[in-house]
């Protein structure tokens, strides 16, 4: 197998079409054709197959490309790492989070980043946690950024707890339930979350019923954030949201902070690497950014905020 192959049969995966690939690469038509068809022979196995949609790998060719994309992608690192040791500043930077983690310093941590590495090609990709393990095992992402409200165990690749960062329930300023002070008062409300998992509704009912009270019967999952806003803004709703991001972002002017005598559990930030893999300097360099953002919250004392290592 030779590396132009794979990287053919890379880029016919992620755009659907021949011409796609050539595009993406740069050459000629038939010459991706001739290195799929080379590596169809050497493999002893048709690749790609036709369908009303495009060109689509077969169950062969899906097995290879898994593999394809982290020899392609680690080649392009060790590349990369040779062009930073001669003083040259391009690459890319690949960073998957979970929704909530986007608002825990990583937009500030990207604006000193942008002025240290202002060529390197940056792409942030939402997933649920099971996408950003996936993506980090077959190296797709160079980092990912989860939040959770405890430990997310032993998963795969390298993990570092960050910082934690303070949550509180809100709903809309000039809604019904923007006085409330007790569980009893929010029974009827409509409860919105966007975890994926039942974790939160289960810790709302327990909520309730750890009170004496009978959970409120609405609980609507959304794991779109923007979606989430738009229900949060149009309805009597409750969800949690992180402190910093109510009381920095201009969206928050919309929401007040539930005084009540419970609170969402503090989330984690935690940095997830892929397993056994030397990260790039670009990628380096974010962490450091993420750190130095979430130093700055801790003196400021921005929710809570709590720095650590490991």
Not at 293 to 307: I, M, P, S
Request: charged share 20%; aromatic share 8%.
């Amino acid at each position: 197998m030779k590396i132009h192959q794979l990287r053919a049969l890379v880029e016919i995966a992620a755009t659907g079409s021949i011409n796609g690939a050539a595009r993406r690469l740069h050459v000629t038509q038939p010459a991706i054709t001739k290195a799929v068809r080379d590596l169809e022979d050497e493999c002893g196995v048709r690749l790609f197959e036709r369908n009303p949609w495009g060109v689509v790998p077969t169950a062969e060719g899906a097995a290879l490309l898994q593999r394809a994309r982290t020899v392609v992608r680690e080649l392009e690192r060790a590349e990369e790492d040779l062009a930073h040791l001669k003083g040259q500043r391009t690459g890319k930077l690949v960073i998957g989070v979970t929704p909530i983690a986007g608002t825990a310093g990583l937009a500030e941590a990207f604006v000193d980043f942008r002025r240290h590495w202002p060529q390197v090609s940056v792409e942030f990709r939402e997933l649920g946690f099971n996408q950003l393990r996936e993506s980090l095992s077959n190296r797709t992402l160079d980092l990912a950024f989860a939040a959770f409200p405890g430990n997310p165990g032993d998963e795969s690749g390298t993990i570092r707890r960050l910082f934690a960062f303070e949550s509180v329930f809100v709903t809309r300023a000039n809604g019904a339930f923007a006085q409330a002070t007790s569980l009893a008062q929010l029974q009827d409300a409509e409860w919105i979350h966007t975890d994926a998992t039942d974790s939160y509704p289960a810790n709302i009912r327990a909520m309730f019923e750890h009170a004496g009270l009978a959970p409120p019967q609405r609980i609507t999952r959304c794991t779109s954030y923007g979606l989430l806003y738009g229900l949060a803004l149009n309805n009597d709703a409750v969800f949690a949201w992180t402190r910093h991001t109510l009381e920095a972002a201009e969206l928050g002017r919309a929401f007040v902070e539930l005084n009540l005598p419970v609170h969402p559990p503090a989330l984690q930030l935690y940095l997830f690497a892929p397993p056994e893999a030397q990260i790039t300097r670009p990628a380096e360099y974010f962490v450091d950014c993420i750190l130095a953002v979430a130093a700055e919250r801790a003196r400021k004392g921005h929710g809570g905020t709590a720095l650590t290592g490991g």
